[in-house]
């Protein structure tokens, strides 16, 4: 099984502030909430997403690039207190994903526990033809 280190795309960086987060939930994720593999059929990333549920994900694949987006919106009241707050986050990932993928079969999903696991199925390689020399 060979592992590649994932990496975002640099013209889309979501989190200008450095090692600031406004969002705690959120920091795990800039530093390293992402993993991918190669399996013998699949190429496998995981991408870890807390407090994120399914309806909140948006997932497009297109010519190699895996784009992620997520929207939360989140209301605390409390009336005792006379305490409301609301505060929104939201974010985007775009990955490259690596290899010879199969274009024509359609990804596979999940989410389990706050962990996004997505599949792409490879290409399948033929075996090498033997080529007969003409006189």
Not at 67 to 83: F, I, L
Request: with cysteine; hydrophobic share 35%; charged share 35%.
């Amino acid at each position: 099984m060979s592992r590649y280190l994932a990496k975002r795309h640099e013209e889309d960086e979501f989190w200008p502030f450095g090692d600031f987060h406004l969002f705690p939930s959120l920091k795990g994720l800039s530093q390293g909430g992402i993993s991918m593999w190669e399996e013998e059929e699949n190429v496998v990333t995981e991408i870890a997403l807390p407090g994120i549920k399914k309806g909140e994900i948006d997932l497009t694949f297109e010519h190699g690039l895996l784009t992620v987006c997520a929207q939360k919106a989140e209301e605390t009241e409390d009336k005792n207190r006379k305490y409301f707050q609301r505060a929104e986050r939201s974010f985007i990932y775009k990955l490259s994903i690596p290899g010879e993928l199969d274009e024509t079969a359609e990804p596979e999903a999940s989410l389990n526990d706050g962990l996004l696991q997505i599949r792409f199925k490879k290409q399948k390689r033929l075996a090498p033809r033997s080529i007969e020399i003409r006189d």
